[in-house]
């Protein structure tokens, strides 16, 4: 179909020797979103790598807007994605205004100084984000929530069409979690931002998205909506454990509970 952002054929990633994916086809349309869960080591995070060009692709094709991703410059690409990793304690020496204005070089050409716009649209990006206060403050000061918030306003400095995240919630406390989806939530519905999300957190991140893809040993075991995803049967054979669900009283939702290694 014309409207996919994202169209991926037989892809296979060898890395180090071993294969990660494994012959992975799956299309992502215009104004979709999408979670990748699965167990660990099931090749969650190299395929976000893949989808950005960070990591080598040993055959298949990806395909971005209709072009061959390897058709797309770093520069090109970087006005289109936006990447943010998992949180974590990384030193990094610059102040948060620095570090999100750097967002913007893949808009400047050679030996080019930034413009009043380009401080500009990081300044809104820091404002989305709500780390407008922490503009003067290093990195390293800042507790692993508001850095991961930090990210987040970098990667909006961008200006992306589709913004991917990496256990973007991980090693957070609770309030800092929820902040966080909450602000990834308020870009898709108030600016349109496709988002391409890994998570080990069923209850919180899957039902939030259009589409889940679960791999399982670099291969896609599941592609559909997360209602479809919620079944023991399905579930029991992406983790080899069975779930209880239960039901929120305040939403009415299922959340799921692990229960015993299925042997």
């Known amino acids: 179909m014309t409207d996919a952002v994202f169209d991926i054929q037989n892809l296979t990633v060898v890395l180090g020797g071993k294969r990660i994916l494994s012959a992975l086809d799956f299309t992502l349309h215009a104004g979709e979103s999408l979670v990748i869960v699965g167990p660990n080591g099931a090749g969650k995070s190299t395929l976000l790598k893949a989808m950005l060009r960070l990591v080598p692709v040993q055959s298949g094709e990806i395909y971005f807007k209709g072009r061959s991703l390897k058709d797309w410059s770093r520069r090109e690409l970087a006005q289109h994605a936006a990447y943010v990793p998992q949180a974590g304690e990384r030193a990094i020496p610059y102040s948060v205004y620095e570090f999100v204005l750097m967002a913007r070089y893949p808009y400047l050409s050679t030996f080019a100084a930034l413009s009043e716009k380009d401080h500009a649209i990081a300044a809104e990006a820091m404002a989305q984000a709500e780390v407008e206060k922490f503009a003067h403050r290093p990195l390293y ?6 850095r991961q918030k930090v990210f987040i306003a970098a990667a909006l400095a961008q200006c992306p069409d589709i913004l991917f995240l990496d256990e973007a919630t991980a090693f957070l406390d609770y309030r800092h979690q929820t902040e966080v989806l909450s602000l990834i939530t308020k870009l898709r519905r108030d600016q349109g931002v496709s988002v391409v999300s890994v998570t080990h957190d069923l209850n919180q991140g899957a039902l939030a998205y259009d589409r889940v893809l679960a791999l399982k040993d670099g291969q896609k075991v599941f592609f559909g ?13 992406i983790y080899d454990t069975s779930f209880h669900f239960l039901e929120d009283s305040e939403s009415g939702r299922s959340i799921v509970v692990p229960g015993k290694a299925v042997l």
């Open 225 to 237: 909506s997360p209602a479809e995803l919620f079944r023991s049967d399905i579930l029991e054979n």
């Open 141 to 146: 000061n800042l507790s692993g929530g508001e």
